[in-house]
């Protein structure tokens, strides 16, 4: 089983940054999809951004140019920077991981619990 462990949520005024990280776990040897989704109240959860092993970014158009997503392969961890922070970011951030090769066998789709971001003044 995977087990997706975010950190870096919290309270941030508008304009401001935070840098969310998701640590995988589980006997992995490699990763082939990490990424980020969000859910805001009342509304379904939608892809944030998401990096292939190796591969180039992709992000949701409301997020272009303000947040980045980048991965330590060796430390099968995904970070999202997000910068000049709207109260429409506001939301609970998904790590999500797919196609995660592991020594019992591969595992998709696997999710993590979330974590709070809440861009207020």
């Known amino acids: 089983q995977v087990q997706l462990v975010e950190s870096g949520g919290g309270l941030v005024q508008p304009g401001g940054s935070l840098r969310l990280s998701c640590a995988a776990s589980?006997?992995?040897?490699?990763?082939?999809?990490m990424g980020w989704y969000r859910q805001a109240p009342g509304k379904q959860r939608e892809l944030v951004a998401v990096?292939?092993?190796?591969?180039?970014?992709n992000y949701a158009d409301s997020v272009k140019g303000r947040f980045t997503i980048s991965r330590d392969n060796a430390k099968n961890t995904v970070y999202l920077q997000m910068n000049s922070l709207k109260p429409e970011d506001t939301a609970v951030y998904y790590c999500?991981?797919?196609?995660?090769?592991?020594?019992?066998?591969?595992?998709?789709?696997?999710w993590g619990k979330g974590t709070l971001v809440t861009v207020s003044s």
């Open positions: 999500h991981a797919d196609r995660v090769i592991t020594f019992s066998g591969i595992r998709m789709d696997s």
């Open positions: 589980g006997s992995i040897i490699s990763i082939n999809i």
């Open positions: 990096r292939t092993s190796g591969g180039s970014p």
